[in-house]
């Protein structure tokens, strides 16, 4: 009986801290200069791309995705519900493109989830949008895909 209280306090505690960094994440301010776009909002034909031609990402905060697709280019992903809310940069993503959909151009086109410690958090994409060279210049070092 001691020893399982041992083992149910020191889970609390290890709980504890992970809420804690958990909403330490979700409290920082995004490092992003602009507001998000509104929601719905997709690529012009000529901006759209590949899911397969996405080569890194990172988070920059708890509802947007940034992505560099064939290495010289970054897109804004905003998810809705805070889907990002303690995730990684070194969390993988899932990309599902929908049956007949090879191209991305608008949020319905993407299907996102990250994976954490093998399960999936399937993401809600509420825009996509192509960032400026100046707005990719703007981002701190840590932030860029």
């Known amino acids: 009986m001691r ?18 960094a958990t909403t330490a994440i979700a409290a ?27 080569r890194n990402h990172t988070f920059a905060d708890k509802n947007t ?12 992903v905003t998810m809705n519900g805070a889907c990002l809310a303690g995730a990684m940069s070194s969390d993988p993503i899932i990309t ?11 949020p319905i086109d993407m299907d996102i989830a990250i994976s954490r410690n093998g399960f999936a958090t399937h993401c809600i994409v509420d825009s996509i949008v192509k960032m400026s060279p100046e707005e990719v210049a703007s981002l701190p070092k ?3 895909p």
Do not use: E, H
């Open 142 to 144: 840590k932030v860029k």
């Open 65 to 76: 995705l940034l992505l560099a697709v064939n290495g010289k280019d970054t897109y804004r």
């Open 3 to 20: 020893l399982a209280i041992i083992v149910l306090a020191a889970s609390a505690a290890a709980l504890g801290t992970a809420t804690l």
């Open 96 to 106: 599902r493109s929908p049956p007949g959909s090879q191209i991305i151009c608008k």
């Open 28 to 54: 920082k301010p995004s490092p992003l200069t602009t507001p998000a776009p509104p929601r719905g909002t997709g690529l012009p034909s000529g901006q759209c791309f590949r899911s397969m031609d996405i």
